[in-house]
Nanobody, 120 residues
Framework: VQLQASGGGLVQAGGSLRLSCAASGSIFSIVAMGWYRQPPGKQRELVAV???????NYADSVKGRFTISRDNAKNTGNLQMNSLKPEDTAVYYCNAVVVTTGGRSDMDYWGKGTLVTVSS
């Protein structure tokens, strides 16, 4: 299973970016898809996660500004980021918990990060 994230870049404070994640490979179903980020010099942290049942969980710091969504049929996910702040600057990682076509459940996969830089 591979995850490919895209959509990072440089944006001014108050601007918007949309990150996308495409999952491919031996996927039977995606249990949950989420986004994590690692700010410079800090540990990786949860940004948002969306389960197959539609449950969402957001970090307090992004509530009301970020929206996570999924297209289950296409195995893709998106993170719409609005009202960006300099403290949102980080490498953003896509994550998926997958049931594989081989019947292995709760397999955890990560994509390569995409850099988001928010200038003040």
């Amino acid at each position: 299973v591979q995850l490919q994230a895209s959509g990072g870049g440089l944006v001014q404070a108050g601007g918007s970016l949309r990150l996308s994640c495409a999952a491919s490979g031996s996927i039977f179903s995606i249990v949950a898809m989420g986004w994590y980020r690692q700010p410079p010099g800090k540990q990786r942290e949860l940004v948002a996660v969306l389960t197959s049942g539609g449950t969402t969980n957001y970090a307090d710091s992004v509530k009301g500004r970020f929206t996570i969504s999924r297209d289950n049929a296409k195995n893709t996910g998106n993170l719409q980021m609005n009202s960006l702040k300099p403290e949102d600057t980080a490498v953003y990682y896509c994550n998926a918990v997958v049931v594989t076509t081989g019947g292995r459940s709760d397999m955890d996969y990560w994509g390569k990060g995409t850099l988001v830089t928010v200038s003040s």
